[in-house]
């Protein structure tokens, strides 16, 4: 750090956070994945400088939203199995209805944002919903599988749940965009299912306007579950790579072609 000469280097995923670097000379350097948050940059040269997302930026998110669309699949399949054959009379009946609104909701709220793209606002909303109704089904499932069954117990795990997910779509926005859409295509596919099996029901009883309308539903909701697929995509070509949030960039030099997913939120000067 006593030169400050970067130019021409690979500097991939390093941090500068915090440092004194002005006038410092980034021409032609990779500095993709480097977080220069807060610092003193009078004058530095970015010129040819190349910004954006390492694989490690992208290959992480991927893995966790993997990890959680896992947890949920195991958790929806064992539910919806258990759903099949369920009647109102039983007392697991409003357990059936709960998953029916809360996979339905979250299934349609990962599509909203490719699905409504004239309203960005309507698509984040839709997401943050989809995110809340997913973890609920998360923890309805697993809490009350670790308490035999227990209802209340359960939905003890759905609100839990549910508030674990507000408080990550709030501080952990970026990487939400993409484990939210992942966990509602898992929801989606799993209410298809749901709706799939009782629009076989209604059709061996004959019951043919109720059955090929559940049956057009559950291939809406496969439509869903794509829709989310691609979002997932979206999500992480939305994550930020190379961050100069809050740094101070007076007189700094860039080349505005070469600034991809960079972050100069709160930056002086720019």
């Known amino acids: 750090m006593n030169s400050l000469d970067f130019s021409n280097r690979d500097l991939r995923n390093r941090s500068f956070r915090g440092r004194d670097l002005s006038g410092a000379d980034f021409r032609g350097s990779d500095i993709r994945g480097c977080d220069f948050g807060h610092a003193q940059l009078v004058g530095a040269n970015f010129e040819r400088a190349r910004t954006g997302q390492t694989r490690r930026q992208v290959f992480l998110p991927l893995v966790v939203a993997g990890a959680f669309a896992l947890a949920l699949a195991y958790g ?16 697991a009946w409003m357990s059936v209805v709960m998953l029916h609104i809360f996979s339905g909701v979250a299934g349609f709220g990962s599509a909203s944002r490719a699905l409504l793209g004239w309203s960005p606002r309507v698509g984040r909303a839709g997401m943050y919903l989809s995110g809340v109704c997913s973890a609920a089904l998360a923890g309805f499932f697993y809490l009350g599988s670790y308490f035999d069954q227990n209802l209340e117990a359960a939905i003890a795990g759905a609100v839990a749940g549910a508030g674990l997910a507000v408080v990550l779509s709030l501080v952990a926005k970026k990487p939400m965009g993409v484990i939210t859409p992942a966990m509602g295509a898992i929801a989606a596919y799993g209410f298809s299912f749901l709706i799939w099996t009782a629009a076989i029901a209604h059709l061996s009883a004959r019951q ?3 059955g090929i309308c559940l049956g057009a539903l ?9 829709c989310s697929l691609r979002a997932v995509g979206h999500g992480v070509s939305q994550l930020i790579g190379t961050s100069f949030r809050g740094a101070n960039l007076t007189n700094a030099q860039f080349d505005q072609e070469n600034l991809k997913n960079t972050d100069f939120s709160k930056a002086i000067g720019r």
């Open 76 to 91: 929806l399949s064992h539910m919806v199995f258990g759903a099949l054959g369920q009647t109102p009379e039983q007392s």
């Open 218 to 226: 559950s291939l809406v909701y496969v439509g869903f579950a794509i």
């Open 208 to 210: 043919y306007i109720w």
